[in-house]
């Protein structure tokens, strides 16, 4: 399923280690994966699959919404990934966000985000699967 894209795999590593707030995009998830280093006594960091927004200003007022105890951040990175969900594991990117947790001194938090992980993975099998049996997709040939 993996496509011939060139990223430049150090450079989203590093983004994942500086940034306050990244999604990510996905070509056959539809949710966004969205990681909020930002943390307290009471929240740690967040990663989670949210809805697409339908604009910048919605993905902020979302933001908002899920982390109303923290300002809101100067910016949100965003990183295109036009690989597969396993990928993102493969090339170290998964690691680098729980290594990012931990190193705050959110363990916890950071073995919690294999479930986060296994949704997206369940997502794109769910999404494959309906585009292999037609459901909700249609076809551009008639057999």
């Known amino acids: 399923m993996d496509n011939d894209f060139d990223l430049d795999h150090g450079q989203i ?11 990510f995009r996905f070509v056959v998830v539809s949710e966004r994966l969205l990681f909020d280093t930002r943390s307290s006594e009471i929240d740690p960091p967040l990663v989670k699959l949210v809805p697409r927004a339908t604009s910048v200003a919605d993905r902020f007022r979302s933001l908002k919404q899920l982390r109303p105890r923290f300002k ?71 057999r």
């Open 13 to 23: 590593i590093n983004t994942i280690r500086k940034a306050e707030v990244v999604t």
């Open 72 to 142: 809101l951040p100067q910016k949100i990175s965003a990183v295109w990934w036009p690989k597969s969900i396993d990928s993102l594991v493969s090339h170290g990117v998964w690691d680098a966000i729980v290594e990012r947790v931990d190193s705050a001194g959110f363990a916890e938090a950071a073995r919690e985000y294999a479930g986060v992980l296994e949704e997206l993975r369940a997502s794109e099998r769910k999404e494959l699967h309906n585009a292999l049996t037609g459901d909700g997709y249609q076809s551009l040939w008639e």
